[in-house]
């Protein structure tokens, strides 16, 4: 099993940036990829970046250019840094690992961290 804690949600003002962390725990070396999606109100749970084992990225439309992941090897930590928030990246971050397992994939999930861009 794999477990993930996320941190460094808090209230910024519009163009402002935040940092969030994920510390990875459990089987890590089974980790394939990890990732970081958001849920805003009354919206479906979207990625907006992830990372995979190998270095290889992938963001959001609605993020490139403002958002960058990265991670930590040694510290076994996802980062994903924000800059030009806007109010519309208003939501619930969570920290999402991958996990293979004999045949199956398995998803473990954090239990989010809450982003406020006031405008």
């Known amino acids: 099993q794999v477990q993930v804690v996320e941190s460094g949600g808090g209230l910024v003002q519009a163009g402002g940036s935040l940092r969030l962390s994920c510390v990875a725990s459990?089987?890590?070396?089974?980790?394939?990829?990890m990732g970081w999606y958001r849920q805003a109100p009354g919206k479906q749970r979207e990625l907006v970046a992830a990372?995979?084992?190998?270095?290889?990225?992938n963001y959001a439309d609605s993020v490139k250019g403002r958002f960058t992941i990265s991670r930590d090897n040694a510290k076994n930590t996802v980062y994903l840094q924000m800059n030009s928030l806007k109010a519309e990246d208003t939501a619930v971050y969570y920290c999402?690992?991958?996990?293979?397992?004999?045949?199956?994939?398995?998803?473990?999930w954090g239990q989010g961290t809450r982003v406020t861009v006031s405008s």
């Open positions: 999402n690992a991958v996990s293979p397992e004999g045949r199956y994939r398995y998803d473990y």
């Open positions: 990372i995979t084992r190998g270095g290889s990225t």
């Open positions: 459990g089987r890590i070396f089974s980790i394939e990829a």
